[in-house]
Every structure is written in C-alpha cells, then in structure tokens.
C-alpha cells in the first residue's frame, strides 16, 4: 500500500491543489509486487470527497481508511475543493468543472486507475456527501456506485441551518444559481434520472441525532422510490462527526464487495 500527498498545478483553478492518493500493491506469495500486472489491470478507485470544514487529509486521518482500502484492493483518491459544495462558486474557483473534467483526467494519467464505470465508485460525508451524489447522479456514466454519508441532500433546508454548520459564506457559493432544480437539487436530479440507462447502487447513511438527519429520511424513501433493492440506507444513534463516519465507511466498503460481487455474477 503506497500513500501519495501529491501537489499539482491545475488549469482549471488555476492555482495548486492537493489530491491524497492511495494505491494498494498486491503482493505475491514471495513478498514482491507484480508491477506489470499491475499497469496490465488497471485498478478499480473510490474517489473520497471530504466535508465543509475539511481538506483532502480529512479521511486518512480521521479513519481507518488505509485498513478498509487495503482489504477491498481500491485505489483512493481524495482532492481538496476548498467550502466550494463541489460547484463552480459564484465568487471563487470552479471545483465542479475542476473535479469532473480534470481530475479524472490528471489522475489516470499519473496512475493506473481503471476508467470502466463498474470500477468507479464516489462517496462523500456531509458537503462530500452532496458532492458525491450530485456527481454520480448528474454524470452516471462514469460510476456504478454512490455512497452518501451524513449527506446534505437538501441545499434549501441545509441553507436554514447554515448558522449550525457554521457556514456564512453560502452566497459564495451560489449566489444567483437556482439551488432548486438540476443540476444543484438532488430531488430534481434524482426525478430525472434514467436508471434503466445507467443503473446505480446506492449507500445512504446518517446518525439519528444529527441536524440533517430528517432531510435524509426523506431523500431515502425517494431513492428507495426510484432505485428499489438498488438502494441501501441505514440509520443508527450518531451525530454529525468522525466516530459515526468512520463505522460508516468500514461498512460501505463491506456493502462494496458484496455489490462488486452482485455486479460479477450479474455479467456471467
């Protein structure tokens, strides 16, 4: 397992980012690694979205990321987007055109990551949760998979409660943008989303004390609504903090293998 902090100039920001990295090295049974096989079979990824007041350390620190990506064999790739809700800011940087055009672009590039949707995957916590469904279900071309934990899934309830998540800068974020239709609205997204066209399994979670927790209750029965046994919530006792989302990772690494293992049986 390599971990990689790597800092590169990106066009679209125009500025240097940070992307976290974590590629796991299948080892034989003489302890080497197989280096041709493994650019041979490029690797399937999660690309991890951290939160509103986090950066792109957020989930290696706070976790055990390492441990779950080791056992599952996915590489990570964890950018930093700034308090930017994965959009292109009203008055900042475009992190929506930065993380779905040039990212996956950049990171293929320097690493062999597969680009076959089956082995794409997207999951996020709190703003990273938004950020994580808005990308799968805007683009489901590109995943197969989308994991939301403690997700904002509703942006005009989350603005009501803006001052409990510390959060005074959403105008900066999107101001003059429509947060009640598609692409920004998760509902409008979901009602417009074609699943026969692209299917999607999709993980939900959130604590029962948390302040969104009733905005996710009600997003889930819409996906539970439009996706069937596609769709997978869960909802214990937790708050909106990193003892919650850390079980909740180890978990949704779980519900990864047992579905790559759906998705596997469903091909032959």
């Known amino acids: 397992m390599a971990f990689i902090n790597l800092h590169y100039f990106s066009n679209i920001l125009n500025k240097m980012t940070e992307v976290n990295v974590i590629i796991p090295e299948k080892r034989g049974n003489d302890?080497?690694?197989?280096?041709?096989?493994?650019?041979?079979?490029?690797?399937?990824?999660?690309?991890?979205?951290?939160?509103?007041?986090?950066?792109?350390?957020?989930?290696y620190r706070m976790t055990g990321?390492?441990?779950?990506?080791?056992?599952?064999?996915?590489?990570?790739?964890?950018?930093?987007?700034?308090?930017?809700f994965y959009n292109n800011m009203t008055y900042g940087r475009p992190y929506w055109d930065f993380i779905t055009q040039e990212l996956p672009q950049r990171m293929r590039y320097l690493f062999p990551l597969s680009a076959d949707r089956n082995d794409n995957i997207v999951i996020g916590n709190s703003m990273g949760g938004y950020g994580a469904l808005k990308w799968g279900l805007n683009q489901p071309q590109y995943f197969s998979r989308i994991v939301a934990l403690s997700g904002v899934v509703d942006l005009s309830d989350f603005y009501q409660k803006r001052d409990i998540f510390s959060m005074p800068d959403f105008d900066l974020v999107f101001d003059g943008q429509d947060i009640n239709t598609q692409p920004l609205a998760l509902s409008d997204v979901l009602t417009?989303?074609?699943?026969?066209?692209?299917?999607?399994?999709?993980?939900?979670?959130?604590?029962?004390?948390?302040?969104?927790?009733?905005?996710?209750?009600?997003?889930?029965?819409?996906?539970?609504?439009?996706?069937g046994s596609a769709y997978f919530w869960t909802s214990k006792p937790g708050i909106h903090d990193w003892n919650f989302w850390d079980q909740q990772l180890q978990d949704a690494f779980v519900w990864l293998t047992q579905t790559e293992s759906s998705e596997h049986d469903d091909k032959r």
């Not at 692209?198 to 997003?219: A, H, K, R």
Request: glycine share 6%; aromatic share 12%; with cysteine.
């Open 31 to 59: 302890g080497t690694v197989n280096y041709q096989e493994l650019h041979a079979n490029p690797l399937k990824t999660v690309w991890l979205l951290h939160g509103l007041s986090g950066d792109a350390t957020d989930w």
């Open 192 to 227: 417009n989303y074609d699943n026969t066209k692209w299917p999607l399994s999709i993980y939900t979670s959130c604590g029962e004390q948390d302040p969104l927790y009733e905005q996710n209750m009600v997003f889930s029965q819409q996906l539970s609504d439009k996706l």
């Open 65 to 84: 990321l390492e441990r779950y990506a080791t056992e599952s064999g996915y590489a990570i790739i964890m950018p930093d987007v700034d308090r930017s």
